[in-house]
């Protein structure tokens, strides 16, 4: 709203100042905090305790890393391409535009609320992820296949609030089953497997879109193989049953 009432800069600019001010509020908290004074017997004994066993069992790591990145990649090989549709091909305004980051980002907040008060099943939970997905399918397919601006930006909202709750669920439900020692290896990993995720995302997104005579974006290619991708998500989390979460978490 910031940023569609002045300049567009000015979101940056406010992003970058919160940042430098958490920055400033974390050094004040760290240098305030008392440190509490350990003795040789309790730091050998902390070493001990904190110390990572070896990997016993690599398929819980593999199926978490892989259902992280898969379901990041379908997120984003839409989100990247979706304001482009909208400014391009319905020329969208700028009003309607940040209107739709508003109310996604405000209806990504909500239904996060909810999930986290919630208290979900594993049964429950992988229902709520094929019905995410499915939305997000219906999102994609809608959004990118009709003319009327207001429509197009509704499935845009709508996909931004599925796609980050399901993002959020996926990631959270799979770390709670891993084991301690495989807990602290994979949130390792994530802001990884996010950010090559993001960026494959992308050029994927890039590459399937096409340029048309009239100077419109065919933008077909491009939601085929990203409701593929969405579909591959539910689909792997199926297989969660057959990778034993639960026998490595009793022998952790």
Request: a positive charge.
């Amino acid at each position: 709203m910031v940023s569609a009432g002045t300049h567009w800069q000015i979101g940056f600019q406010l992003l970058g100042m919160a940042l430098i001010f958490s920055a400033l509020l974390f050094l004040i908290v760290h240098f305030a905090s008392p440190k509490p004074l350990l003795t040789s017997g309790s730091t050998k004994n902390t070493k001990q305790n904190t110390s990572v066993s070896p990997l016993r069992n690599y398929k819980p790591l593999l199926f978490a890393a892989t259902l992280i990145f898969t379901a990041i990649l379908s997120t984003f090989i839409v989100s990247t391409q979706y304001p482009v549709m909208l400014t391009v091909n319905l020329a969208i305004s700028e009003k309607l535009l940040s209107f739709c980051y508003m109310a996604s980002g405000l209806g990504s907040f909500v239904f996060i609320q909810y999930y986290a008060r919630a208290k979900m099943s594993d049964a429950a939970v992988g229902k709520l992820i094929v019905r995410l997905s499915f939305m997000m399918a219906i999102a994609v397919g809608l959004g990118f296949h009709t003319e009327v601006v207001n429509l197009a930006a509704l499935a845009f909202v709508i996909f931004i609030i599925v796609s980050s709750a399901r993002t959020l669920i996926l990631i959270t439900e799979l770390i709670s089953a891993l084991t301690p020692q495989d807990r602290v290896i994979i949130i390792g990993l994530q802001n990884a497997l996010q950010h090559f995720a993001v960026g494959l995302g992308g050029a994927l997104g890039s590459l399937f879109v096409t340029s048309n005579s009239d100077l419109s974006v065919d933008f077909s290619t491009m939601t085929y193989v990203a409701i593929a991708l969405i579909a591959c998500t539910p689909v792997l989390w199926k297989g969660k049953s057959s990778v034993t979460f639960d026998k490595v978490n009793n022998t952790g």
